[in-house]
């Protein structure tokens, strides 16, 4: 299972939650998302994409009262498919010293943006091993050969693999650099994760 555990004030808002999910998860704010909340759905409206009679932007947390243990669904990428049941553990009182947001922990590296959902994901992190295997020998297969071009393209392959031998991986440092930027307002959390 691929979890975050994060603290966020309950002064953020909806749409602030968002940019702090995508940040947990390292992805780039691509695609339409929305929340669903006590059967109402949030987001931020788009040309060409939902309407929403309720602005993210303009919903704090704080408005729902969570319980201990409440859940509601956060949906990104619609075409993809991602549904994140976003689960309130508890409330907490805010330390005044503490920056916020805050991840306090998390376990495996999240799936890459744009990977074709979740049962795509799924296919292609089994798929990984074999194709490794398949590179590496075409890579022994040109050295032998002294064949410098098919080398060179054999270990671009490899590269282009190297994100989906991470997977149990997760950087909660790096993850906590960026939301401490955009708790700054410092534009560079959008950066490339």
């Known amino acids: 299972m691929i979890w975050r555990r994060i603290l966020v004030r309950s002064d953020s808002t909806l749409a602030n939650l968002h940019d702090v999910l ?3 998860f390292g992805w780039r704010d691509l695609h339409l998302h929305k929340v669903r909340i006590h059967g109402r759905n949030y987001g931020v409206n788009r040309v060409g994409g939902l309407w929403f009679s309720h602005d993210a932007r303009t919903v704090p947390l704080a408005d729902f009262q969570f319980r201990s243990n409440e859940r509601f669904l956060y949906e990104y990428d619609f075409g993809d498919g991602w549904q994140h ?3 309130v553990e508890r409330r907490l009182t805010v330390e005044p010293r503490r920056t916020y947001p805050v991840c306090v922990g998390g376990q495996r590296a999240a799936p890459p943006e744009d990977c074709g959902g979740p049962w795509a994901f799924l296919k292609r992190r089994d798929a990984v091993p074999g194709q490794i295997r398949e590179h590496w020998e075409r890579i022994v297969a040109s050295i032998d050969a002294g ?4 080398l060179r393209d054999e270990l671009e ?3 282009s693999l190297r994100a989906w031998l991470t997977l149990d991986r997760f950087d909660r440092r790096k993850v906590n650099y960026r939301l401490k930027l955009y708790a700054a307002g410092d534009e560079r959390w959008r950066a490339e994760p």
């Open 157 to 159: 392959a490899v590269e």
């Open 22 to 24: 995508q940040i947990a």
């Open 147 to 150: 064949d410098r071009d098919v």
């Open 85 to 87: 049941v976003v689960r």
